[in-house]
Every structure is written in structure tokens, then in C-alpha cells.
């Protein structure tokens, strides 16, 4: 796929949230295919949360670089936005979006005290 370019921000294949939620599908599918336990309802709304979480994150931080270009150029804006302040936003919003999924997906019914 070749990079697209809107108003001078080019957007690559890398700067897709497909990266970060893949895996997560994948965790999801073997969750699914070899833990029988889990409740496919809250299977599904776990790995929808996670991924909203992900979106979020990943459209923020492409807000973010955006908005550093803008105020400081590219020599100086890129740089930090891209690679230091996004990656970690990104390794944030993985662990916030993992701790959730497992939280959602795995958390068991209580019973009821009477």
C-alpha cells in the first residue's frame, strides 16, 4: 500500500491502528479457540474496548505530531512528537487497552450474597 498524503502529512501503512489492535485479535482468537471458559459476550466487548482504546490513542497521537509540525517544523516538532512523546503514548495506551481486555474477558461472575 502506498503512503497517502493530505495537506502535507503523509500517512504510511505503519501509522494504521491495524498494527496495535492485530494482535490483540489474535489473543482474542486463541482465547476463544483454546480457553473455553470465557464468555464469548464478554470476549467480544473486551476486544472492543481495547480497540476503541487503541483508535483513541493512535488518532491523538497523530493529532499531536500534526500539532508539534505545525508549532515547531519538522526538524524540531517531528522528531519528538513522532518518536519520543508518541511512542510513549502508544506503550501507554497498549498497557491501559491490554489490562482492560484481560480484565473484561476474563473476570468471573460473583454470587449473589443474600
Avoid at 502529512?9 to 501509522?15: A, D, I, N, R, V
Avoid at 489492535?21 to 464469548?40: D, E, K, N, Q, S
Avoid at 459476550?41 to 491523538?60: E, K, M
Avoid at 505530531?65 to 505545525?70: E, H, P
Amino acid at each position: 500500500m502506498s503512503p497517502i498524503e493530505v495537506r502535507g502529512f503523509t500517512f504510511t501503512p505503519e501509522c494504521s491502528v491495524a498494527f496495535l489492535v492485530a494482535p490483540l485479535l489474535v489473543i482474542a482468537g486463541g482465547m476463544l479457540a483454546f480457553y473455553g471458559r470465557v464468555a464469548i459476550h464478554r470476549l467480544v466487548g473486551a476486544t472492543l474496548t481495547a480497540g476503541i482504546v487503541l483508535y483513541a490513542a493512535n488518532q491523538l497521537r497523530l493529532v499531536m505530531i500534526a500539532q508539534f509540525v505545525k508549532h515547531w517544523g519538522v526538524e524540531d516538532g517531528y522528531p519528538l512528537s513522532h518518536r519520543v512523546l508518541g511512542s510513549i503514548l502508544v506503550l501507554g495506551a497498549l498497557i491501559v487497552a491490554y489490562a482492560s481486555f484481560f480484565m473484561l474477558a476474563c473476570r468471573r461472575r460473583r454470587p449473589v450474597q443474600t
